[in-house]
């Protein structure tokens, strides 16, 4: 039973590149979430999915898109990478609206 | 004003010492609550919810105080292993369902 696990653990991008942080759990849960952690600052939400086939918007959304593959999956991309998107980010999923259960992160550096 | 404030740190305490956190939210209308540990470099993992009536679990303590829209966590008999960042954590269910997390407070527990 691996939990959540996120792909890649660590990514270096250039301005304008795109990429995709993928996201899978198997604890069969409905609900999917995507944060992002800075310095001094606690996690931001930036897309949500209640459950397959939906999402919304989180706190933080501009610049990403997400997609619920299915329900062990969501994914977030990044279609044109910003500095300021340099960042830890975390997926998480939950069951109830109580505890969620975190990934381990991916570092990410936009230069 | 942040709709979730916790103390800002560092705590640095010596082993066997007591050690409180504290916490504030914005919106009365705040329906859970939660502590959540984050070791460096790690996931958020949650510690224990916090109820009305309060609640321990083992050295740790968390209390709830609606009336002054106040959350706190006990440590008792600090342990080397109890250095990690604690984040405080509020559900709100106001216009749309929504989890705030506060930035942290970072504690070091020293021999």
């Known amino acids: 039973n691996a939990g959540v696990t996120q792909t890649p653990k660590f990514q270096v991008l250039k301005t304008g590149q795109s990429m995709t942080l993928q996201c899978a759990q198997d604890m069969n849960h409905n609900s999917m979430y995507w944060y992002r952690q800075d310095p001094g600052m606690g996690l931001r939400l930036i897309y949500y999915s209640a459950s397959e086939g939906t999402t919304d918007k989180g706190e933080v959304p501009n610049g990403y898109n997400v997609s619920r593959l299915n329900k062990r999956e969501f994914s977030l991309r990044l279609e044109s990478a910003a500095p300021s998107q340099t960042s830890v980010y975390f997926c998480?999923?939950?069951?109830?609206?109580?505890?969620?259960?975190f990934g381990p992160g991916t570092r990410l550096t936009v230069t | 004003r942040k709709e979730v404030e916790q103390d800002p740190g560092p705590f640095n305490v010596p082993e066997g010492a007591t050690v409180a956190f504290n916490c504030t939210y914005s919106n009365s209308a705040s329906q859970s609550f939660f502590w959540y540990r984050q070791d460096c470099r790690k996931e958020p993992k949650l510690l224990m919810s916090v109820y009305s009536s309060g609640n321990e679990d083992g050295r740790f303590t968390a209390q709830l105080n609606r009336a002054s829209q106040y959350i706190s966590l006990l440590i008792r008999d600090s342990k080397l292993s109890d250095s990690a960042t604690y984040l405080c954590?509020?559900?709100?269910?106001?216009?749309?369902?929504?989890?705030?997390f506060g930035a942290g407070t970072r504690l070091f527990v020293k021999a």
């Open positions: 998480a999923s939950s069951e109830t609206r109580n505890e969620q259960y």
């Open positions: 954590v509020v559900n709100q269910n106001t216009g749309g369902f929504k989890t705030i």
